[in-house]
């Protein structure tokens, strides 16, 4: 019973590519989240989607990031342009129902440590 | 909007010593209430949740945490801490509606042998 799987591990990028974030829920969940993790400044949410479904994209900035959780296949946040700033380990999580109710919160992957050089 | 405070960032504490590590949440008409560890380069687990009920929770690790409602608290305590509660705590929150985890900052808490 697989957790949640986060894809790659450790990510490497100029300044300038393109950052491709992958997030396989749980098994049985139908709810994504993605957070960003920076020093000192604990977990801010970014995107919230159901299949097919952006449910609450407040926390993803205006410009260069978007998400996408298709019918099939991973979820995908997706960076262009990146920029030092964007610097950071990304956090997906998963759940079965309405988010914080009744089934334990999230469960999380391991994340992906994006670094822009 | 919920928010979370964690009024320390780092906690030092000696091995077997007791340890409580503070959150304060914004009020709400109903909130459900979470502890997460952290461990180095790894993801969050989750160590216990407040949903209803007794406002005394119990989670794993030896780890309970108390839901004060008046005081819109959730302080995470354990009797007797080991090294190997080494990690970074995260208290989080959540009300009733459809609105995604909010989280606090964080306690990093450091067990001196």
């Known amino acids: 019973n697989a957790g949640v799987m986060q894809n790659p591990r450790h990510l490497v990028r100029r300044r300038g590519q393109e950052a491709r974030l992958r997030c396989s829920p749980m098994?049985?969940?139908?709810?994504v989240y993605w957070y960003r993790q920076l020093p000192e400044e604990g977990l801010k949410f970014m995107v919230y989607?159901?299949?097919?479904?952006?449910?609450?994209e407040s926390g993803m900035p205006k410009e260069r990031f978007s998400a996408e959780f298709p019918k099939e296949g991973p979820s995908i946040l997706r960076i262009q342009q990146v920029v030092r700033g964007d610097s950071a380990a990304y956090f997906c999580?998963?759940?079965?129902?309405?988010?914080?109710?009744?089934?334990?919160?999230?469960?999380f992957g391991s994340g992906t440590r994006l670094t822009v050089v | 909007a919920q928010s979370v405070t964690q009024l320390d960032s780092q906690v030092p504490v000696f091995e077997e010593a007791p340890v409580e590590l503070r959150c304060n949440y914004s009020?709400?008409?109903?909130?459900?209430l979470f502890w997460y560890v952290q461990y180095p380069n790894q993801g969050l687990q989750l160590l216990l949740k407040?949903?209803?009920?007794?406002?005394l929770v119990k989670g794993i690790n030896g780890f309970e945490a108390e839901f004060n409602k008046s005081q819109t608290s959730f302080h995470l305590r354990k009797p007797s801490v080991h090294i190997s509660d080494t990690a970074e705590y995260f208290c989080?929150?959540?009300?009733?509606?459809?609105?995604?985890?909010?989280f606090g900052k964080g306690t990093r808490l450091s067990v001196i042998a």
């Open positions: 999580a998963s759940s079965p129902n309405l988010p914080g109710t009744g089934y334990g919160g999230y469960t």
């Open positions: 009020s709400s008409v109903s909130v459900y």
């Open positions: 989080a929150v959540s009300d009733s509606g459809n609105t995604p985890l909010v």
């Open positions: 989607l159901q299949k097919e479904n952006i449910i609450d």
């Open positions: 407040y949903l209803s009920g007794s406002t």
């Open positions: 098994k049985g969940h139908s709810h």
